[in-house]
């Protein structure tokens, strides 16, 4: 599980989503749905009934005098069924 969710997702527009039972994780680039899905239902113990991915624009980033970008992710948003919940959040 540590190679490919690596963190939830706590933003403004984000919390929204856990009143329709949605969660938000940044998993590896390589993870595939199905991996992802594994990993939440075994780790977590719920049942998930959905998941929606996107890879967030990168942008430039300066430190000093070099111009580079941040290291590139995934993020994956997963419905649980009604009555389950993640304890993270």
Do not use: C
């Amino acid at each position: 599980m540590i190679d490919y969710i690596k963190s939830p997702v706590l933003k403004f527009k984000l919390i929204r989503l856990l009143e329709k039972n949605q969660y938000t994780f940044d998993v590896d680039p390589k993870a595939t749905k199905t991996d992802v899905k594994y990993w939440v239902e075994n780790f977590f113990g719920v049942k998930v009934i959905g998941m929606n991915s996107h890879r967030p624009p990168r942008k430039m980033k300066r430190m000093g005098p070099t111009i580079g970008y941040p290291v590139r992710y995934k993020r994956m948003i997963v419905t649980l069924r009604a009555g389950d919940s993640i304890p993270l959040f």
